[in-house]
């Protein structure tokens, strides 16, 4: 079974610019998570999509952070315009119900750097 | 803080000892989770515990969950090189049970 795929696994960006990541999901997997996991810390969790449908996003910071699931399959994740304490990983993870209890399956994270 | 906290944030211990996390957390909850992250890489999950049960196993593993103190522990015994890593619980609560929060972690590192 093939698991959460995320591109690009790294992204050196200047303040300012926008960047976008990708993740698709466990196929059938009808819950998808993004999380902002800055260094040394636990994972922080940006949205939630039910299908494509938003469950949660009061952690996001609406006024630079974007998240679509078109299809209700793969997401993408875009920050315009980034600032440098978005420097961190964003990993993605699915999960199988949306409700409670189920482990999560996380994609590699992609890694961004904001000079 | 909605994030709880783990202790130790580190821990170095010698192979074949035995390695114990705690967790703690702030609400409600219908189930708690570990998770390992090796540096560099996504998570995995480890275990699952519900808020009706008290302890389980699974290999090394051993989780334990009180609710009355709102707080969790992983045991892992005989611990090995290949065991270092990041280790976090994270919960899903009662009201909007469908989101997961993750602690702070703890790093492991186990000596050889």
């Known amino acids: 079974e093939a698991g959460v795929a995320q591109s690009p696994r790294y992204k050196i960006i200047e303040k300012r610019q926008s960047v976008a990541f990708w993740c698709n999901p466990i196929s059938g997997h009808a819950t998808l998570y993004w999380y902002q996991q800055i260094l040394g810390q636990g994972p922080k969790l940006l949205i939630q999509?039910?299908?494509?449908?938003?469950?949660?996003d009061s952690q996001l910071p609406k006024d630079r952070f974007s998240a679509e699931r078109l299809k209700g399959v793969d997401s993408t994740l875009k920050i315009q315009p980034a600032k440098l304490e978005d420097s961190a990983v964003y990993l993605c993870?699915?999960?199988?119900?949306?409700?409670?209890?189920?482990?999560?399956?996380f994609g590699e994270g992609s890694r961004l750097t904001v000079l | 803080s909605q994030q709880g906290e783990e202790d130790p944030q580190a821990l170095s211990i010698q192979e074949g000892e035995n390695a114990t996390m705690n967790c703690s957390y702030k609400?409600?909850?219908?189930?708690l989770q570990w998770y390992r992250q090796n540096s560099g890489r996504g998570l995995v999950h480890l275990i699952l515990?519900?808020?009706?049960?008290r302890e389980k196993h699974s290999g090394r593993l051993r989780v334990t969950l009180d609710t009355s103190k709102k707080s969790s522990s992983l045991l892992i015994t005989a611990s090995r090189a290949a065991d270092t890593a990041s280790y976090f619980c994270?919960?899903?609560?009662?009201?909007?049970?469908?989101?997961?929060?993750f602690g702070q972690g703890t790093r492991l590192t186990i000596n050889p």
């Open positions: 993870a699915s999960r199988f119900t949306g409700g409670s209890g189920g482990e999560l399956f």
């Open positions: 515990i519900r808020s009706n049960e």
């Open positions: 999509f039910q299908n494509n449908g938003v469950v949660d």
């Open positions: 609400t409600s909850i219908n189930n």
């Open positions: 994270a919960w899903t609560g009662i009201q909007g049970a469908q989101k997961l929060v």
